[in-house]
T-cell receptor, first 116, second 114 residues
Framework: AQKITQTQPGMFVQEKEAVTLDCTYDTSDQSYGLFWYKQPSSGEMIFLIYQGSYDEQNATEGRYSLNFQKARKSANLVISASQLGDSAMYFCAMREGQGGGNKLTFGTGTQLKVEL | DGGITQSPKYLFRKEGQNVTLSCEQNLNHDAMYWYRQDPGQGLRLIYYSQIVNDFQKGDIAEGYSVSREKKESFPLTVTSAQKNPTAFYLC?????????????FGEGSRLTVL
């Protein structure tokens, strides 16, 4: 079974609108972390936001927020007020277990295109 | 500025040749990672190292080798045994616990086998 599932290969959104990128995960660990990264066409991976499994509040970072629904095992990324520069590939990732050297497992990504 | 430097950015190789991708970090991070990315796919873990002189295989280690002789450096060798080496390779590092586990990435190396 896939540990991280991103079901939207591509999404379009109009500038200034909000968009939600879906991510579901599968783990039997009680302690885990969820991450979202942005990958522009240049290829670098840019960290956006983090949610810990024990965090009671949804994480927010500027225009990014993470809609964390633990019982449903979903960690959707919400981008508010989309900008043209938000056009990129977005990856959801999970770290299982306590910090340290634990690995990140990535989903297959969602290609977001912001239109005028 | 602190960061991760990968070189070369683009590399072409003939079939049957080994090639080494460089990854250097000046973030004083303990853990380092190599990921492979193919078109339309996510990142897959090749090797990782949590400490100098120690490393572990990831999900797709066959045909690759690494070394970790210095904290700052984690080179990846793509050997001739790797059947499909054309891909985008990303190196990352992470500070030790306790922390969120966020990875810091380099800009990547694109390998093309001719």
């Amino acid at each position: 079974a896939q540990k991280i599932t991103q079901t939207q290969p591509g999404m379009f959104v109009q500038e200034k609108e909000a968009v939600t990128l879906d991510c579901t995960y599968d783990t039997s660990d009680q302690s885990y972390g969820l991450f979202w990264y942005k990958q522009p066409s240049s290829g670098e991976m840019i960290f956006l936001i983090y949610q810990g499994s024990y965090d009671e509040q949804n994480a927010t970072e500027g225009r990014y927020s993470l809609n964390f629904q633990k019982a449903r095992k979903s960690a959707n990324l919400v981008i508010s007020a989309s900008q043209l520069g938000d056009s990129a590939m977005y990856f959801c990732a999970m770290r299982e277990g306590q910090g340290g050297g634990n690995k990140l497992t990535f989903g297959t990504g969602t290609q977001l295109k912001v239109e005028l | 500025d602190g960061g991760i430097t990968q070189s070369p950015k683009y590399l072409f190789r003939k079939e049957g040749q080994n090639v080494t991708l460089s990854c250097e970090q000046n973030l004083n991070h303990d853990a380092m990672y190599w990921y492979r990315q193919d078109p339309g796919q996510g990142l897959r873990l090749i090797y990782y190292s949590q400490i100098v002189n120690d490393f572990q295989k990831g999900d797709i280690a066959e045909g690759y080798s690494v070394s970790r002789e210095k904290k700052e450096s984690f080179p990846l060798t793509v050997t001739s045994a790797q059947k499909n080496p054309t891909a985008f390779y990303l190196c990352a590092s992470k500070m030790g616990a306790p922390n969120t586990g966020e990875l810091f990435f380099g800009e990547g190396s694109r390998l093309t086998v001719l």
